[in-house]
């Protein structure tokens, strides 16, 4: 490698760095097999969960970190271990704290303990939860479990590399220089099977962006072989059609084996200049990869390898392999020197050993750091205990709960609340200072540590958007009623031009400014990487969104209806909503996504499934505007602060009139508040979205009859109500009736929840709390389907015509 490599940065560099360097990298393979064959003990003894590990793959990671460049960025996979301790992300001491679920940012920089080890993060965040330079430092994008899941915003990383370079105005040198950073990816061949890589590799291609993807091809996912996974078992031979040419853009792309430290050297230096320098991307296709000790430590693959493979296998462990190359390396130099890494193998065991004795280390130094926290809270626990059952009646029962206690070897911290709450049954019904202790005790242990492992779902930042104090729209004088689109385009307008870093993309969203008018124009006006058509991949447009937001730019993913947000629900649900969680606050993705929904007509073109979205989507707050109005103050106040959102547009209500405001761009609408439309006094009517509509329409009739309703709009599924306004009205109606479009048993289900347990509204009812929804099926095609799928002003007018009946039969008589 050294002196036939053609480059020349390998040239200069003299024999003995070059020596360093592959002993080195020896050095930090070694110690990584050793994490993973300890890691797999450790499992196996009860002290951590559950492990899997990167043995078998290290090599190639190895060569991977060498191309790896600041402000460069990871996506990829469990396996990466190797590669994270190689760029200085991952001591072996960190790894280990992981694999015992250390809840401390310090102590498991990955998760705090959130993610089973092997899932790989660095923090883009500093303490008040801002951006930090992502060109001084590595970067690798939280990974998740899902198969290929790390596929969708990998694309995005790499894209935002693209407009950096592209566009003048986003000069931003925290988050780029010149667009120089690649997206590096890395996948194992059975996940190539999944649709989120097809969609991935097609949507780079079409971009060409500095995307480099490497496939760690071990011929497995977990039991099933190739065969059943791959067409040709074989993914670089089946994408060869990618490969570009003249006929046009593509990859560049590259087989190598994994045991070949050298070759693949010299393939990463390859892949990484092709990228960075031109923006294409690049497959990395590494083969004949082993699982030393098959997936993980649920099941070991003796079970179904052939004995021939296993031996396969141990012939081709890509350590051993190196061991051989480095072992036998020779060099003639000028002077007819030979030129040597070892002059012995002595030099190769001694390395091996000292990797040993560093990993133990840190194994023990990571054990005695998870633990010993805890067993000062036990002792603290057993003398409260102690003081407890001398002063009480109950005191032979609380004397076993910490003996047991005190006999548990490895405690955990389930273990100590759960004892200390036994013990306060035992003394419901006693008084004592002790007593008091414990309970004191308890309620602080929880203040404590609750928040380790449930921080961070949203925001803690001074841009969170609870922050947000509402802006009212203004109006000229003789304010013209205009088409709600135009309020939605002349307000994105306003947007684009205050906001450089402004994206918005989706299917039909550039060229002829959305399915719905509501970016006429736009693209026109701010050019086409600004505003943008994507081909139809939901899942990509929200991990492209994703990955652009995680490198410091503000996108606007469109999903043309809501019907179809369903494909890119996945990706929300396990990626978007869970990234600030999973990273206990160090990384962040402020993506809006913009969509519309409800009542049109058809299966699915008429969608609401706000309850599944509600419940699959907390971490990214959901928004349900009125109007157009209500809707563009939602996207002024999104881009004032650092969350992720929903917001659904209201299909049917681009047609209608409103009154345009003279300040677009900066009146705000507040998220989690809800908004009372109109007061009543006889029973408080919940509802949002196109729904609203109807009921209004229905008041007259109502008022006719002598019910006056109170109506609610909610605004904001997620966060719903947060300053309780609802149980107020219900305070003063008595009665709650929560209208929407979704199935029986959805997002309605959601709200009576919330009103009724959390706000206690059922104190102040007097009559049942009542949900009209939707029928279970979609709705049917047409106007009847439509009348006869979902609640219409008949169905509203009747369900609150026979709240009324119940409680004043001889007023409001029965109907039928
Ligand atoms: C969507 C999804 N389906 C199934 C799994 C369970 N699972 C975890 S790893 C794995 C096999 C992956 O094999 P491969 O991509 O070849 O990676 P390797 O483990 O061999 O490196 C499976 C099926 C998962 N995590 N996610
Ligand atoms: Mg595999």
Same mark, same amino acid.
């Given at each position: 490698?050294?002196?036939?490599?053609?480059?020349?940065?390998?040239?200069?560099?003299?024999?003995?760095?070059?020596?360093?360097?592959?002993?080195?990298?020896?050095?930090?393979?070694?110690?990584?097999?050793?994490?993973?064959?300890?890691?797999?003990?450790?499992?196996?003894?009860?002290?951590?969960?559950?492990?899997?590990?990167?043995?078998?793959?290290? =090599?190639?990671?190895?060569?991977?970190?060498?191309?790896?460049?600041?402000?460069?960025?990871?996506?990829?996979?469990?396996?990466?271990?190797?590669?994270?301790?190689?760029?200085?992300?991952?001591?072996?001491?960190?790894?280990?704290?992981?694999?015992?679920?250390?809840?401390?940012?310090?102590?498991?920089?990955?998760?705090?303990?959130?993610?089973?080890?092997?899932?790989?993060?660095?923090?883009?965040?500093?303490?008040?939860?801002?951006?930090?330079?992502?060109?001084?430092?590595?970067?690798?994008?939280?990974?998740?479990?899902?198969?290929?899941?790390?596929?969708?915003?990998?694309?995005?990383?790499?894209?935002?590399?693209?407009?950096?370079?592209?566009?003048?105005?986003?000069?931003?040198?925290?988050?780029?220089?010149?667009?120089?950073?690649?997206?590096?990816?890395?996948?194992?061949?059975?996940?190539?099977?999944?649709?989120?890589?097809?969609?991935?590799?097609?949507?780079?291609?079409?971009?060409?962006?500095?995307?480099?993807?490497?496939?760690?091809?071990?011929?497995?996912?977990?039991?099933?072989?190739?065969?059943?996974?791959? @067409?040709?078992?074989?993914?670089?031979?089946?994408?060869?059609?990618?490969?570009?040419?003249?006929?046009?853009?593509?990859?560049?792309?590259?087989? =190598?084996?994994?045991?070949?430290?050298?070759?693949? #050297?010299?393939?990463?230096?390859?892949?990484?200049?092709?990228?960075?320098?031109?923006?294409?991307?690049? %497959?990395?296709?590494?083969?004949?990869?082993?699982?030393?000790?098959?997936?993980?430590?649920?099941?070991?693959?003796?079970?179904?390898?052939?004995?021939?493979?296993?031996?396969?296998?141990?012939?081709?462990?890509?350590?051993?392999?190196?061991?051989?190359?480095?072992?036998?390396?020779?060099?003639?130099?000028?002077?007819?020197?030979?030129?040597?890494?070892?002059?012995?193998?002595?030099?190769?065991?001694?390395?091996?050993?000292?990797?040993?004795?560093?990993?133990?280390?840190?194994?023990?130094?990571?054990?005695?750091?998870?633990?010993?926290?805890?067993?000062?809270?036990?002792?603290?626990?057993?003398?409260?205990?102690?003081?407890?059952?001398?002063?009480?009646?109950?005191?032979?029962?609380?004397?076993?709960?910490?003996?047991?206690?005190?006999?548990?070897?490895?405690?955990?911290?389930?273990?100590?609340?759960?004892?200390?709450?036994?013990?306060?049954?035992? =003394?419901? &019904? /006693?008084?004592? #200072?002790?007593?008091?202790?414990?309970?004191?005790?308890?309620?602080?242990?929880?203040?404590?540590?609750?928040?380790?492992?449930?921080?961070?779902?949203?925001?803690?930042?001074?841009?969170?958007?609870?922050?947000?104090?509402?802006?009212?729209?203004?109006?000229?004088? &003789?304010?013209?009623?205009?088409?709600?689109?135009?309020? #939605?385009?002349?307000?994105?307008?306003?947007?684009?031009?205050?906001?450089?870093?402004?994206?918005?993309?989706?299917?039909?969203?550039?060229?002829?400014? !959305?399915? &719905?008018?509501?970016?006429?124009?736009?693209?026109?006006?701010?050019?086409?990487?600004?505003?943008?058509?994507?081909?139809?991949?939901?899942?990509?447009?929200?991990?492209?969104?994703?990955?652009?937001?995680?490198?410091?730019?503000?996108?606007?993913?469109?999903?043309?209806?809501?019907?179809?947000?369903?494909?890119?629900?996945?990706?929300?649900? !396990?990626?978007?909503?869970? %990234?600030?969680?999973?990273?206990?606050?160090?990384?962040?993705?402020?993506?809006?996504?913009?969509?519309?929904?409800?009542?049109?007509?058809?299966?699915?073109?008429?969608?609401?499934?706000?309850?599944?979205?509600?419940?699959?989507?907390?971490?990214?707050?959901?928004?349900?505007?009125?109007?157009? @109005?209500?809707?563009?103050?939602?996207?002024?106040?999104?881009?004032?602060?650092?969350?992720?959102?929903?917001?659904?547009?209201?299909?049917?209500?681009?047609?209608?009139? /409103?009154?345009?405001?003279?300040?677009?761009?900066?009146?705000?609408?507040?998220?989690?508040?809800? /908004?009372?439309?109109?007061?009543?006094?006889?029973?408080?009517?919940?509802?949002?979205?196109?729904?609203?509509?109807?009921?209004?329409?229905?008041?007259?009739?109502? &008022?006719?009859?002598?019910?006056?309703?109170?109506?609610?709009?909610?605004?904001?599924?997620?966060?719903?109500?947060?300053?309780?306004?609802?149980?107020?009205?219900?305070?003063?109606?008595?009665?709650? #009736?929560?209208?929407?479009?979704?199935?029986?048993?959805?997002?309605?289900?959601?709200?009576?929840?919330?009103?009724?347990?959390?706000?206690?509204?059922?104190?102040?009812?007097?009559?049942?709390?009542?949900?009209?929804?939707?029928?279970?099926?979609?709705?049917?095609?047409?106007?009847?389907?439509?009348?006869?799928?979902?609640?219409?002003?008949?169905?509203?007018?009747?369900?609150?015509?026979?709240?009324?009946?119940?409680?004043?039969?001889?007023?409001?008589?029965?109907?039928?």
């Amino acid at each position: 490698m050294y002196p036939k490599s053609s480059s020349t940065n390998q040239r200069q560099l003299s024999f003995d760095q070059f020596k360093k360097e592959v002993l080195d990298d020896y050095k930090t393979a070694v110690i990584s097999r050793e994490c993973s064959l300890l890691g797999r003990r450790e499992v196996l003894t009860g002290k951590a969960k559950f492990g899997i590990f990167g043995g078998g793959k290290e =090599v190639p990671q190895l060569a991977m970190a060498k191309a790896f460049k600041k402000g460069d960025f990871r996506s990829g996979y469990y396996r990466d271990q190797t590669f994270m301790m190689a760029i200085g992300e991952l001591t072996p001491q960190q790894f280990f704290n992981g694999l015992y679920a250390h809840p401390d940012i310090e102590a498991d920089p990955m998760s705090a303990g959130r993610q089973m080890g092997g899932h790989f993060a660095t923090h883009s965040l500093d303490e008040n939860g801002h951006f930090k330079n992502l060109t001084e430092q590595y970067n690798s994008s939280a990974d998740i479990s899902p198969t290929a899941s790390q596929m969708p915003r990998m694309l995005g990383i790499a894209y935002a590399s693209k407009l950096f370079r592209k566009i003048q105005d986003l000069k931003d040198p925290k988050f780029s220089n010149n667009g120089n950073e690649i997206s590096w990816g890395t996948i194992g061949n059975a996940s190539t099977s999944e649709g989120m890589f097809f969609e991935t590799i097609n949507a780079a291609g079409v971009l060409q962006v500095p995307m480099v993807i490497s496939v760690w091809d071990d011929d497995y996912g977990i039991s099933v072989p190739a065969k059943f996974q791959t @067409t040709k078992e074989n993914i670089s031979e089946v994408l060869k059609g990618f490969q570009r040419d003249e006929n046009g853009n593509g990859y560049e792309i590259f087989v =190598v084996n994994g045991w070949d430290y050298a070759k693949l #050297i010299d393939v990463y230096n390859k892949a990484s200049k092709i990228a960075r320098e031109e923006h294409v991307p690049v %497959l990395i296709h590494v083969k004949e990869l082993t699982q030393p000790q098959g997936h993980s430590t649920s099941g070991s693959h003796e079970r179904y390898k052939s004995k021939e493979r296993l031996v396969w296998e141990k012939q081709h462990d890509c350590i051993s392999l190196m061991r051989d190359w480095i072992f036998e390396f020779e060099l003639i130099d000028e002077n007819n020197e030979i030129l040597r890494f070892v002059d012995s193998e002595e030099e190769l065991i001694r390395i091996e050993k000292d990797a040993k004795k560093l990993v133990n280390q840190a194994r023990r130094d990571a054990w005695t750091s998870f633990t010993n926290p805890i067993k000062e809270q036990k002792n603290t626990l057993l003398k409260l205990l102690e003081n407890l059952a001398l002063k009480s009646e109950n005191r032979a029962f609380i004397l076993k709960l910490k003996n047991d206690l005190a006999s548990i070897i490895d405690t955990s911290r389930k273990d100590i609340m759960s004892f200390a709450r036994k013990a306060i049954v035992y =003394v419901r &019904n /006693e008084k004592s #200072i002790e007593k008091t202790q414990l309970q004191n005790w308890i309620s602080r242990y929880f203040k404590e540590e609750q928040p380790k492992f449930s921080s961070h779902l949203y925001s803690q930042s001074d841009k969170r958007v609870a922050q947000i104090k509402e802006i009212l729209p203004t109006y000229n004088e &003789n304010t013209e009623l205009v088409d709600g689109r135009i309020i #939605i385009k002349d307000n994105f307008d306003a947007l684009f031009s205050e906001h450089k870093d402004v994206f918005i993309f989706g299917e039909d969203a550039g060229n002829i400014g !959305d399915v &719905n008018q509501g970016l006429v124009g736009l693209q026109e006006k701010y050019g086409k990487l600004r505003v943008s058509d994507t081909g139809i991949r939901e899942a990509t447009i929200i991990g492209q969104g994703i990955g652009m937001a995680m490198r410091g730019l503000r996108p606007i993913a469109e999903i043309q209806y809501l019907d179809y947000l369903l494909y890119g629900l996945q990706i929300l649900s !396990d990626d978007l909503a869970t %990234l600030h969680y999973r990273t206990a606050g160090k990384q962040k993705a402020p993506l809006i996504i913009r969509t519309r929904g409800h009542r049109l007509e058809g299966i699915w073109h008429s969608g609401s499934p706000m309850g599944a979205i509600v419940h699959l989507l907390r971490g990214i707050n959901i928004l349900v505007p009125r109007n157009m @109005t209500k809707a563009a103050g939602f996207y002024n106040t999104l881009l004032a602060c650092d969350e992720p959102a929903l917001i659904v547009e209201n299909l049917n209500g681009y047609r209608l009139k /409103e009154k345009l405001p003279n300040n677009l761009g900066e009146f705000m609408t507040p998220i989690g508040v809800v /908004e009372t439309i109109k007061e009543g006094t006889e029973i408080t009517v919940v509802s949002y979205g196109s729904t609203l509509k109807i009921i209004e329409d229905t008041v007259k009739d109502l &008022n006719q009859v002598d019910i006056n309703i109170e109506i609610i709009d909610v605004q904001s599924l997620l966060p719903f109500d947060r300053n309780h306004e609802v149980v107020k009205s219900i305070q003063k109606t008595n009665r709650l #009736i929560i209208i929407d479009e979704d199935v029986p048993g959805g997002a309605s289900a959601y709200l009576l929840n919330e009103i009724l347990e959390k706000q206690n509204a059922y104190e102040f009812l007097d009559s049942k709390p009542v949900t009209l929804s939707a029928k279970s099926h979609r709705a049917a095609y047409g106007t009847d389907g439509d009348y006869f799928s979902k609640p219409n002003a008949e169905d509203i007018f009747e369900s609150i015509y026979n709240i009324m009946h119940e409680v004043n039969p001889s007023k409001y008589k029965s109907l039928y």
